[in-house]
């Protein structure tokens, strides 16, 4: 499909698929207890594995990174090669929605920014028996600030995501799904701004030549520059938060 095809080139020409940063990831990490070299993490929805890498860099256990674009992946674990990270790290291509692990294979079960292509409470209770008995989840996803907020941002994000809401009760969700949870913290401005929608504005015009300005290369440039748009009108009013539950 071309659509799939043009997201594809698009994301993979960004270093991060979402907002986030390494600092941010070892903040979430930092969370996490008893990991060692005999643990294994899965991180779904890993992308090109800005994130894989920094969990790998940062912990002694074996990381499985996982995602439904093969070109991700061949840059991950191109990546994971020139940084001499292939003896505890690597990608494989799979669906979110049909996961190839075993149950209670792993120790933590990683996305950032990611959960939202299943849902979040549908991934959370199929996610949840792929790991061990008081092992963790770790997944940053879209949340509200605010009680009220302008019906502009309201609106475009609940047709984009209906499963946007607020950090309470995200947080019930999680202990509705079988965890406990451990922490809850924001994400700053710079992970979406700096990290995120920087780097989309320098590579734009790039992507539209090399697909000679058609219209479906237009259209998502545009999507995109909408959304980055309205977060710089509205980030007082929703953003991501990181959610960390340990299986009970």
């Not at 659509?3 to 969370?31: H, M, V, W």
């Not at 920087?198 to 479906?216: A, C, G, R, T, V």
Request: proline share 4%; aromatic share 14%.
């Amino acid at each position: 499909m071309e659509d799939f095809d043009l997201i594809c080139d698009y994301y993979s020409n960004l270093e991060r698929q979402g907002p986030g940063s390494p600092e941010i990831t070892i903040k979430a990490l930092s969370f996490i207890e008893n990991i060692s070299s005999n643990s294994k993490i899965a991180d779904i929805g890993c992308g090109t594995g800005s994130q894989t890498i920094t969990l790998a860099q940062n912990t002694d256990c074996f990381v499985t990174g996982i995602d439904l674009f093969p070109r991700f992946i061949t840059i991950l674990n191109t990546n994971a090669q020139k940084l001499n990270l292939h003896n505890k790290l690597n990608g494989i291509v799979g669906s979110m929605e049909d996961l190839p692990f075993s149950n209670e294979e792993y120790d933590l079960i990683w996305s950032e920014g990611a959960i939202y292509n299943i849902g979040f409470q549908r991934g959370l209770t199929e996610w949840n028996r792929f790991i061990k008995k008081n092992g963790f989840i770790a997944v940053s996803e879209i949340s509200w600030f605010t009680k009220d907020r302008p019906d502009e941002i309201n609106d475009f994000w609940n047709n984009e995501y209906p499963e946007i809401d607020s950090i309470p009760n995200k947080l019930e969700i999680l202990q509705e799904t079988g965890f406990a949870p451990i922490a809850c913290f924001t994400l700053p401005e710079y992970c979406w701004t700096k990290n995120f929608y920087e780097p989309q504005s320098k590579m734009q015009d790039d992507f539209l030549q090399k697909h000679d300005y058609k219209k479906e290369a237009f259209d998502l440039v545009n999507s995109q520059k909408e959304e980055a748009e309205l977060y710089y009108r509205y980030s007082d009013f929703y953003g991501y938060a990181f959610y960390i539950g340990k299986k009970i």
